[in-house]
Structures are given as C-alpha cells and as structure tokens.
C-alpha cells in the first residue's frame, strides 16, 4: 500500500450560519493548514498515488477566498471543509483542517 501526504498552509475567510450567537458568524479569516492523505494499491503511469500538484490544485481553492463561495450549500465549518475536500481528491482517505492552534477537524474515509 502507498500513502502520500500533503501539508499546506493556505489563507481563505468564512462566515458560519449558527443556531446561536457567535463571533464566527461574521466574516472572518485564517491561515488554515490543511493535510491531505492519499492512499492506494497500486501506482499511477509515472510513479505517483496522486500529483502533489493535483492536491496542491484542490485545496487551493480556498486560498485568499472566501469557504463561503466555494462550498456553496454548504456551512462551511473545518469539518465540512476536510469532507469537502477529501470528497474531490483521488484516493484520498484523510484530510485534517487546522483552524487555529489547538483546533483541528479530520475527516477520514
């Protein structure tokens, strides 16, 4: 089995839609670290589980934008972001969304 992670630093805003009083429901910004892990049997034509650049490409998506946009339908928590995310990446079976220190969310297949 071949394993293959990605760590990312990237810079976005959101806003959350909250069933209670929150200062994270205004417009807000992180620099959010994002690891993506990818994993498969067998190699691809040239050697690879997955382009880093493939990764690199999807999560920066949300560099110097807004979650809000991007994830449209979506409340777009550190938790729907690593689903998200995990949802668009070939092979990936892991993706972690530190928020701040001490914060992160981890969605795994």
């Known amino acids: 089995m071949f394993t293959v992670t990605k760590r990312m630093e990237i810079s976005g805003a959101h806003f959350l839609r909250l ?36 990764i690199k ?3 920066n998506l949300f560099d110097h934008r807004c979650a809000n946009d991007i994830m449209e339908g979506l409340n777009p928590t550190a938790e729907n972001m690593a689903k998200w995310l995990c949802d668009r990446i070939p092979h990936c079976i892991r993706v972690a969304v530190q928020e701040t220190e001490g914060n992160t969310a981890v969605y795994e297949k």
């Not at 429901?25 to 670290?33: F, L, Q, V």
């Not at 994002?34 to 050697?47: C, F, H, I």
């Open 57 to 59: 490409d999807i999560v």
């Open 19 to 54: 069933n209670y009083e929150s200062k994270c429901t205004s417009m807000h910004g992180h620099n959010w670290i994002v690891t993506v892990t990818v994993q498969n049997d067998k190699l691809d034509e040239n050697g690879m589980v997955v382009d880093f650049t493939k």
